[in-house]
């Protein structure tokens, strides 16, 4: 059975996206984008809502031909792996091994988790909320960039209680931090 996983760069104060949507302070630098890309590689499925796969699609297309070896290798294992994009307003998903869905279905993700070898990744706060409220995330993982925003788009969502366990912790050198929760029971409000 696959673990469903909520990661995401956020600020110290809590937010994935500005309150202008502006996330280009959350880049990370290499050695995070190592560490990251690790993590990737056991993820088999991609779960997206429209506006995050439409910023992640980039990785289809992307010429990594003169770019660091982490974004090449960031770019194959994202190309490698499927993604379902959940969306009410696209025509079509403009990718490979993508499949567009028009509503989030607990059950149909349960049934994708139950039946999947390797492990599936949701993107994105306004989708993982649905995932975080029906209790199907197994594991949050955080990298907390040193910034304050001061708000915008919020990584949890209000209204959410949720017991965790904190299983990993890891400091990067330009004082990015990494922390990995074992989701324990959650209970929306």
Same mark, same amino acid.
């Given at each position: 059975?696959?673990? %469903?996983? /909520?990661?995401?760069?956020?600020?110290?104060?809590?937010?994935t996206?500005?309150?202008d949507?502006? $996330?280009?302070?959350?880049?990370?630098?290499?050695?995070?984008?190592a $560490?990251?890309?690790d993590?990737?590689?056991?993820?088999?499925?991609? %779960? $997206?809502?429209?506006?995050? /796969?439409?910023?992640?699609?980039v990785?289809?297309?992307?010429d990594? *031909?003169?770019?660091?070896?982490?974004?090449?290798?960031?770019?194959?294992?994202?190309?490698?792996?499927?993604?379902?994009? /959940?969306?009410?307003? %696209?025509?079509? =998903?403009?990718?490979?091994?993508? &499949?567009?869905?028009?509503?989030?279905? !607990?059950? =149909?993700?349960?049934?994708?988790?139950? *039946?999947?070898?390797?492990?599936?990744?949701i993107?994105?706060?306004?989708? =993982?909320e649905?995932?975080?409220?029906?209790?199907?995330?197994?594991?949050?993982?955080? $990298?907390?960039?040193?910034?304050?925003?001061?708000?915008?788009?919020?990584?949890? !969502?209000?209204?959410?209680?949720?017991?965790?366990?904190?299983?990993?912790? &890891?400091?990067?050198?330009?004082?990015?931090v990494?922390?990995? /929760?074992?989701? %324990?029971?959650?209970? =929306?409000?």
């Open positions: 059975m696959a673990q %469903l996983i /909520y990661s995401g760069i956020m600020s110290l104060d809590g937010y996206a500005d309150r949507g502006n $996330f280009a302070w959350s880049a990370p630098d290499e050695e995070v984008h $560490f990251i890309n993590l990737e590689r056991d993820v088999g499925t991609y %779960l $997206f809502g429209r506006r995050m /796969y439409q910023v992640m699609s990785w289809e297309t992307m990594t *031909s003169d770019e660091p070896a982490v974004i090449q290798d960031y770019a194959r294992i994202w190309q490698g792996a499927d993604k379902v994009v /959940y969306s009410t307003s %696209l025509d079509a =998903a403009a990718t490979p091994r993508t &499949r567009l869905e028009r509503q989030f279905l !607990p059950d =149909a993700v349960r049934n994708l988790k139950s *039946s999947s070898d390797k492990d599936i990744s993107g994105g706060p306004t989708i =993982a649905h995932a975080l409220k029906a209790g199907l995330v197994d594991e949050c993982r955080l $990298f907390i960039t040193p910034v304050a925003v001061g708000g915008g788009l919020r990584f949890l !969502p209000d209204g959410l209680e949720s017991r965790l366990e904190l299983v990993d912790v &890891r400091r990067f050198e330009a004082g990015a990494y922390l990995r /929760y074992r989701c %324990l029971a959650q209970q =929306a409000e």
